[in-house]
């Protein structure tokens, strides 16, 4: 009897002991299963981030190179996707013991729920880094050696980069995260490595023919829907919330801070770039107000978990200006960037990274982290720069150059590229045309 009072007792007293650890161990899958919802779904929302990129391209090149740019942005997410699991992944989030660059998990086949998620959401910043460099070289490249370029850069270059600034998912750590480097969700991993990609590439293909002169003078040449770069942008921006709020990995209550931050320095970007342009007697552009806004949200992404709201307003502002003048600073130089690329993504990319750092919240104005991430800037233009000019030099020698021939360009690449029409009910009254003026001369 008294055996059996004990057994019962000890029964009652052991109860809550086991309900609480099913208790715990339910929670913790719980909010397993919520953080992989959260980052699968702002993955989706990166993704989306092609579509994006491909309006504002299409809609700024003009109607004969409509297919040749959309076909870019949607054979990079493919080949890219590919190449990053392939090489990319393992490149940067694998064990990395010299800080270097990731020794292990390359083309993965066998590894938990979570690590498959958090694949599946670098995959698609690795589509955004490759994608930047497509509109700053639209029009005159040879699309086989835009697929080639894909590959190095979703395979090689940004998971190098990335590797550094944010390895060591399964050991190790790479030397500018080691330092304190601060890039939340990718001004610099992704934006400047992607701004760096596309400036070594417009050098080395030079500018448009008919975009600048003979005696140096410069000749806008129009995009054909502005439409198009209107959509695009709006897509940006709201995919942009699930590039930045994702990076939290974990749903939690930062999100809303973040998600905020993100809207405030892209509104004040496309407002400062308002108030100068009326300050300097000049129109304010579709264009550039779109292009001022992507700014502001390239600007933010490294701190947008890290500052307060003021501080995001003022890192959006200082965009606003970058993109105001840096257009006008690289046309002195002739450089040809078709959608103004080097100026979103590397201008406000580098502006945001040292912002991070130096209006960090509860830290404000400390010059060591300054210092930190001025070095992830130099790092990243010597590492994105250097490996992209040899590339393209590389590629130009050994593909028969990178650039199409001067009657391709006149035609449009649709048609010499493609065997395809945008708008074939009044393009083919241009082709005619222009084969007419070819057999002329």
Not at 78 to 94: A, H, R, T
Not at 222 to 237: D, E, K, R, S, T
Not at 370 to 378: K, N, P
Request: charge should be neutral; proline fraction near 1%; glycine fraction near 12%.
């Amino acid at each position: 009897m008294k055996t059996r009072v004990v057994f019962i007792l000890g029964l009652f007293i052991s109860l809550p002991c086991f309900a609480a650890e099913a208790i715990a161990v339910t929670t913790a899958h719980l909010q397993l299963l919520i953080n992989s919802m959260w980052v699968v779904l702002c993955g989706v929302l990166v993704f989306f981030m092609q579509a994006g990129f491909a309006m504002i391209e299409s809609g700024s090149v003009r109607s004969k190179n409509t297919v040749n740019v959309l076909m870019k942005n949607y054979i990079d997410a493919c080949v890219g996707g590919i190449v990053f699991w392939l090489i990319g992944f393992g490149l940067m989030f694998g064990i990395n013991t010299t800080g270097w660059y990731g020794f292990s998990h390359f083309a993965p086949s066998d590894m938990d729920g979570w690590h498959w998620s958090m694949l599946f959401f670098q995959t698609m910043f690795a589509a955004t880094a490759a994608t930047i460099a497509s509109g700053a070289m639209a029009e005159r490249i040879r699309f086989i050696a835009y697929i080639v370029c894909t590959i190095f850069v979703s395979g090689l270059i940004y998971p190098i980069f990335g590797s550094w600034a944010w390895g060591g998912m399964f050991g190790g750590e790479g030397w500018l995260r080691a330092m304190g480097f601060i890039d939340f969700a990718g001004s610099t991993v992704v934006h400047s490595i992607g701004g760096w990609v596309a400036l070594a590439g417009i050098i080395i293909l030079g500018s448009r023919l008919g975009r600048f002169g003979r005696n140096g003078q410069s000749h806008h040449i129009a995009g054909h829907n502005l439409g198009q770069v209107a959509l695009g942008g709006f897509i940006l921006w709201l995919a942009w919330f699930g590039f930045n709020a994702g990076s939290t990995i974990t749903v939690d209550v930062s999100i809303g801070k973040i998600v905020l931050n993100t809207h405030l320095a892209a509104c004040a970007a496309a407002t400062i770039y308002m108030v100068l342009a009326l300050v300097r007697g000049k129109a304010i552009l579709l264009t550039s107000t779109i292009n001022a806004s992507l700014g502001g949200l390239v600007a933010i992404t490294a701190g947008c978990a890290t500052m307060s709201a003021p501080f995001a307003i003022l890192t959006g502002s200082l965009a606003g200006v970058v993109v105001t003048y840096m257009p006008v600073l690289l046309e002195k130089f002739k450089i040809d960037d078709v959608v103004d690329a080097v100026t979103v993504h590397l201008g406000c990319g580098i502006l945001g990274t040292l912002a991070a750092g130096y209006f960090f919240e509860n830290d404000l104005w400390n010059l060591e982290k300054l210092q930190v991430q001025a070095i992830g800037v130099v790092a990243a233009a010597v590492w994105g720069f250097g490996a992209s000019i040899v590339m393209f030099w590389v590629m130009d020698k050994v593909m028969g150059g990178l650039r199409v021939s001067k009657q391709h360009e006149q035609r449009g690449l649709d048609y010499t590229e493609h065997a395809e029409l945008s708008y074939p009910e009044f393009q083919q009254d241009v082709l005619a045309d222009v084969d007419n003026i070819t057999q002329r001369h």
